[in-house]
């Protein structure tokens, strides 16, 4: 059995490790790191491998990002404290934790397509102390009208475009961090602002390689 410090030694070792690659630059994603036990966000046979730089099956064919891939996102979507967030795929909740630290718990909601792993990613939040997000079960494609307007909505699932819905439930000024490719199973991380206009300002960031998001806007279950 690995001990509460063995972990926590491991958790450390990465964020140094995160830093030294330029994954992880600015501190408050590096705190956000170290206040989450990724552990708790694993399945049971794969907590002595949490801290590897790899993604991790959590079930129901979805997986767990590599944290590197994850501290890229972060940065670039550059959250403020108290700032409303949409993440479009729950998961086994790690991302939604990182969240909470970087904006607040009630500020985050977070969408499942998968019933299972919707409960299960609410379970972890709450037994790791941010049981203050929000997790809803449905199609994230279309995102989450009943709490728009969002200053963030980031995707940790890819899609074939921008799903029409989500520009729509931006604040002013509000930005989309998604995988987008015409590739199942390989992406451009995508960032992307709201203009005064209501048009999107889109860059093309990191290649990545994400598990589809599946959806009326994105890609067909089949």
Not at 16 to 30: H, K, N, T, W
Not at 57 to 71: K, L, R, V
Not at 72 to 90: D, F, H, N, Q, S
């Amino acid at each position: 059995m690995v001990r509460p410090s063995d972990f926590a030694a491991a958790r450390d070792r990465l964020v140094r490790e995160l830093v030294a690659e330029g994954d992880i630059r600015s501190p408050r994603v590096q705190e956000a790191f170290i206040q989450v036990p990724r552990e708790e966000f694993v399945r049971s046979g794969d907590r002595s491998a949490a801290y590897a730089d790899v993604p991790l099956p959590i079930g129901e064919g979805q997986t767990i990002s590599a944290p590197s891939m994850i501290a890229i996102m972060l940065e670039e979507a550059r959250l403020a404290p108290g700032e409303k967030v949409l993440e479009i795929g729950t998961g086994s909740g790690y991302h939604a934790a990182l969240l909470a630290c970087l904006v607040g718990a009630e500020n985050v909601t977070s969408i499942e397509r998968i019933p299972a792993l919707a409960v299960w990613g609410q379970e972890n939040l709450a037994r790791s102390g941010f049981g203050g997000v929000t997790v809803v079960q449905g199609d994230g494609s279309l995102g989450y009208p009943a709490g728009a307007p969002y200053d963030c909505i980031l995707a940790t699932a890819g899609s074939p475009r921008i799903p029409e819905p989500w520009p729509r439930q931006l604040a002013a000024q509000g930005r989309i961090v998604a995988p987008i490719g015409a590739s199942r199973f390989g992406q451009d991380l995508v960032i992307a602002r709201l203009r005064p206009a209501g048009s999107l300002e889109i860059r093309r960031g990191t290649p990545c390689a994400f598990v589809p998001l599946v959806g009326e806007q994105a890609w067909p279950s089949s």
